[in-house]
């Protein structure tokens, strides 16, 4: 295949084209000239845009035309004598996955070209082994190990299958192995702890099992305790009944009797038929009581009226004594006056004088006292007459109250007294038998009801025994619920014979893959020591002409790993030892031997190369240079450089 022409609304290409020739292409731009982006662009019109890639990385954002104008872009090749023109367009959401194949001149599409990936045909590979042999670009010059690098080799240098794959077989038998052994979500490891698992399970519901049925015996032994004290409690109540109903029986005998004073109290309390009561007591005493004032008024009537009697005298006394004493003082004035007329007879005339007014004045006094007397005698006569009426008529009352509650009012309060007592402890007696009446209809249970011998059971002890057996019952519960959560026994036992048998298969099934593996290991080898000393001779062959002769040779592993030797030594060195320029000489030596191993058939791929030289001095450029010219004789080569040296370094080689 050769590339002949290329269009490209690409990144920072705005429809740009390049032409292209057979044999070595030297493409020299400048640094953000553009090469990088042709480059990928190659790529993607061969193989598509890049699936699964998120973020800045992503070619869709990568790659977008910063012109803002769709992304698209076109290539002319030839292939086996024929011209083909491959078209690519987004549309949509598509990054340029509109990918259309036809002859150049015409409209004639070729449906096989004309998928997602056309390079599968074009290249005689996919892109993975592409892009690590003909697809060369710095700094990602170093070869890393490849699935389908590794089955395209195996198929030159074996039977010419290209489905086998060592690495791919082997990765996925440890896949296997690391699904069946890996300790984080093996089969196997899962398998085991399942059981260990189920095993733990099927011993605690042993233990729960035992420990149930420890409890449940002990909540049995508990129980018949209870019930024991329960029957002693029972018979203690049996036979307190039975001294209950003896005291009933007692209570309703003083009933009676209480009942017959009653009878007897009230049968004194009748006169002429009619029971005395409280009231006619309580009228009697009222009777009696008015009496006593009526009598108490008529004493002090008769009192005020004795002291009445003998008040009219004094007055008349006391007039005559004035008289008396005045005829005294006029003698003794008239003597005094006769004999010897002095100041003392004017005094004793002075106290006749007073005298005699004294003596008037007792005069009219006791007149108008008389007359005053004789009133108030009049009205305390009155009085003493309706004191004594007032008397009569109480006592009438009194006697015949006294005649109606027997006459005896003493007597009367002294049955009363005895009748309310009495009633008082019918009452009470009547109220006693009343509230143990109730133990009447069990009479004839507690009759022959005896008292109960040696037992201590109380029910402060069945309330601690109750409370217990609540605890047990509460810790059965709980060990029930466990059993019951754990599963069936059953069911767990049948689960674990699954899960052993399972951890049996795996294990046998771990055994073949690790044998597989071996054997897989031992073929792998076998296979490297046919292709390995292929590539290793070409890669050698490669690196000497690059370097002059002074590494004439390079070793690799299936990892990848290479090393290489001087040409005066006998150790090779490993990658990480050589300088940039020769580390990059010998995976471009790599990279050119596999290329013409797996892509240099009849109809060669091109060799995409961007910026392989940029690390050579200038006697290994042109040394590599004309490697590369020998080879673009069989195969179109494309390099493309940022330096002006490639084509000089050419011109010097011609």
């Given at each position: 295949?050769?590339?002949?022409?290329?269009?490209?609304?690409?990144?920072?290409?705005?429809?740009?084209?390049?032409?292209?020739?057979?044999?070595?292409?030297?493409?020299?731009?400048?640094?953000?000239?553009?090469?990088?982006?042709?480059?990928?662009?190659?790529?993607?019109?061969?193989?598509?845009?890049?699936?699964?890639?998120?973020?800045?990385?992503?070619?869709?954002?990568?790659?977008?035309?910063?012109?803002?104008?769709?992304?698209?872009?076109?290539?002319?090749?030839?292939?086996?004598?024929?011209?083909?023109?491959?078209?690519?367009?987004?549309?949509?959401?598509?990054?340029?996955?509109?990918?259309?194949?036809?002859?150049?001149?015409?409209?004639?599409?070729?449906?096989?070209?004309?998928?997602?990936?056309?390079?599968?045909?074009?290249?005689?590979?996919?892109?993975?082994?592409?892009?690590?042999?003909?697809?060369?670009?710095?700094?990602?010059?170093?070869?890393?190990?490849?699935?389908?690098?590794?089955?395209?080799?195996?198929?030159?240098?074996?039977?010419?299958?290209?489905?086998?794959?060592?690495?791919?077989?082997?990765?996925?038998?440890?896949?296997?192995?690391?699904?069946?052994?890996?300790?984080?979500?093996?089969?196997?490891?899962?398998?085991?702890?399942?059981?260990?698992?189920?095993?733990?399970?099927?011993?605690?519901?042993?233990?729960?099992?035992?420990?149930?049925?420890?409890?449940?015996?002990?909540?049995?032994?508990?129980?018949?305790?209870?019930?024991?004290?329960?029957?002693?409690?029972?018979?203690?109540?049996?036979?307190?009944?039975?001294?209950?109903?003896?005291?009933?029986?007692?209570?309703?005998?003083?009933?009676?009797?209480?009942?017959?004073?009653?009878?007897?109290?009230?049968?004194?309390?009748?006169?002429?038929?009619?029971?005395?009561?409280?009231?006619?007591?309580?009228?009697?005493?009222?009777?009696?009581?008015?009496?006593?004032?009526?009598?108490?008024?008529?004493?002090?009537?008769?009192?005020?009226?004795?002291?009445?009697?003998?008040?009219?005298?004094?007055?008349?006394?006391?007039?005559?004594?004035?008289?008396?004493?005045?005829?005294?003082?006029?003698?003794l004035a008239v003597i005094f006056t006769v004999t010897e007329p002095t100041a003392a007879a004017l005094a004793l005339f002075a106290a006749a004088a007073l005298c005699a007014a004294v003596a008037v004045y007792g005069i009219i006094a006791s007149k108008s006292a008389r007359e005053t007397a004789k009133?108030?005698?009049?009205?305390?006569?009155?009085?003493?007459?309706?004191?004594?009426?007032?008397?009569?008529?109480?006592?009438?009352?009194?006697?015949?109250?006294?005649?109606?509650?027997?006459?005896?009012?003493?007597?009367?309060?002294?049955?009363?007294?005895?009748?309310?007592?009495?009633?008082?402890?019918?009452?009470?007696?009547?109220?006693?038998?009343?509230?143990?009446?109730?133990?009447?209809?069990?009479?004839?249970?507690?009759?022959?009801?005896?008292?109960?011998?040696?037992?201590?059971?109380?029910?402060?002890?069945?309330?601690?025994?109750?409370?217990?057996?609540?605890?047990?019952?509460?810790?059965?519960?709980?060990?029930?619920?466990?059993?019951?959560?754990?599963?069936?026994?059953?069911?767990?036992?049948?689960?674990?014979?699954?899960?052993?048998?399972?951890?049996?298969?795996?294990?046998?099934?771990?055994?073949?893959?690790?044998?597989?593996?071996?054997?897989?290991?031992?073929?792998?080898?076998?296979?490297?020591?046919?292709?390995?000393?292929?590539?290793?001779?070409?890669?050698?062959?490669?690196?000497?002409?690059?370097?002059?002769?002074?590494?004439?040779?390079?070793?690799?592993?299936?990892?990848?790993?290479?090393?290489?030797?001087?040409?005066?030594?006998?150790?090779?060195?490993?990658?990480?030892?050589?300088?940039?320029?020769?580390?990059?000489?010998?995976?471009?030596?790599?990279?050119?031997?596999?290329?013409?191993?797996?892509?240099?058939?009849?109809?060669?791929?091109?060799?995409?190369?961007?910026?392989?030289?940029?690390?050579?001095?200038?006697?290994?450029?042109?040394?590599?240079?004309?490697?590369?010219?020998?080879?673009?004789?069989?195969?179109?080569?494309?390099?493309?450089?940022?330096?002006?040296?490639?084509?000089?370094?050419?011109?010097?080689?011609?």
């Open positions: 295949m050769i590339i002949k022409r290329m269009t490209a609304t690409f990144g920072k290409l705005t429809n740009e084209t390049i032409e292209l020739a057979g044999g070595l292409n030297i493409v020299e731009m400048p640094n953000e000239g553009g090469k990088t982006t042709w480059c990928a662009f190659i790529r993607t019109m061969l193989y598509g845009p890049k699936s699964g890639e998120r973020g800045h990385a992503a070619d869709k954002v990568r790659w977008i035309p910063w012109s803002g104008a769709p992304m698209e872009g076109t290539m002319e090749a030839e292939h086996g004598g024929v011209y083909y023109t491959l078209s690519r367009r987004s549309r949509g959401g598509s990054f340029m996955g509109d990918c259309e194949t036809v002859i150049t001149g015409t409209a004639d599409r070729i449906p096989e070209l004309s998928g997602k990936s056309p390079g599968d045909a074009l290249i005689g590979a996919p892109e993975s082994v592409f892009r690590r042999s003909a697809f060369i670009r710095r700094p990602a010059i170093a070869v890393d190990s490849d699935f389908e690098l590794e089955r395209k080799i195996s198929s030159l240098v074996s039977a010419g299958d290209e489905r086998d794959s060592f690495g791919e077989a082997d990765a996925r038998l440890a896949k296997k192995h690391r699904r069946i052994r890996n300790r984080q979500g093996g089969e196997l490891p899962e398998a085991e702890a399942r059981a260990a698992e189920l095993e733990k399970t099927l011993s605690r519901i042993g233990e729960a099992s035992l420990e149930q049925a420890r409890i449940s015996a002990e909540i049995e032994a508990y129980r018949a305790a209870a019930d024991e004290m329960r029957e002693n409690i029972a018979q203690r109540e049996l036979w307190e009944k039975k001294k209950k109903a003896q005291r009933w029986a007692a209570a309703s005998e003083m009933e009676r009797v209480k009942e017959k004073a009653l009878s007897d109290a009230k049968a004194a309390l009748c006169i002429s038929g009619r029971e005395i009561t409280q009231a006619d007591t309580a009228l009697a005493a009222d009777a009696s009581e008015r009496l006593s004032a009526a009598l108490l008024r008529q004493t002090e009537a008769e009192k005020a009226l004795g002291s009445l009697s003998v008040g009219p005298g004094g007055s008349k006394k006391l007039w005559l004594i004035s008289l008396c004493a005045f005829a005294a003082f006029a003698i009133n108030i005698m009049q009205r305390a006569e009155n009085a003493l007459r309706e004191a004594t009426r007032a008397v009569d008529s109480a006592r009438a009352e009194y006697d015949s109250r006294l005649a109606f509650i027997g006459g005896d009012e003493a007597r009367a309060k002294a049955l009363l007294d005895c009748a309310a007592a009495a009633e008082r402890e019918y009452a009470a007696a009547k109220n006693n038998a009343a509230a143990l009446y109730y133990l009447r209809d069990d009479e004839a249970l507690v009759s022959s009801a005896v008292e109960p011998e040696g037992k201590t059971a109380t029910r402060e002890m069945l309330e601690r025994t109750t409370e217990r057996i609540s605890v047990l019952s509460r810790e059965l519960a709980v060990a029930q619920g466990e059993v019951k959560h754990l599963g069936d026994p059953a069911v767990i036992a049948s689960e674990l014979e699954l899960t052993r048998q399972l951890v049996r298969e795996l294990t046998l099934e771990e055994d073949a893959v690790s044998a597989a593996r071996a054997a897989l290991s031992e073929a792998a080898a076998l296979m490297r020591s046919r292709f390995s000393p292929i590539v290793s001779a070409a890669a050698g062959e490669y690196l000497s002409a690059m370097t002059g002769g002074r590494y004439p040779a390079i070793f690799f592993d299936r990892e990848m790993r290479f090393e290489t030797r001087r040409r005066d030594e006998a150790v090779p060195r490993p990658s990480v030892l050589l300088s940039e320029g020769t580390e990059d000489q010998m995976y471009l030596a790599v990279r050119l031997a596999i290329s013409q191993l797996v892509l240099g058939g009849p109809e060669p791929c091109p060799l995409i190369l961007d910026g392989v030289l940029d690390s050579f001095d200038d006697e290994r450029a042109s040394l590599a240079l004309k490697l590369l010219k020998s080879i673009a004789e069989k195969r179109q080569v494309i390099l493309f450089t940022c330096h002006t040296r490639e084509k000089r370094l050419l011109s010097e080689l011609v």
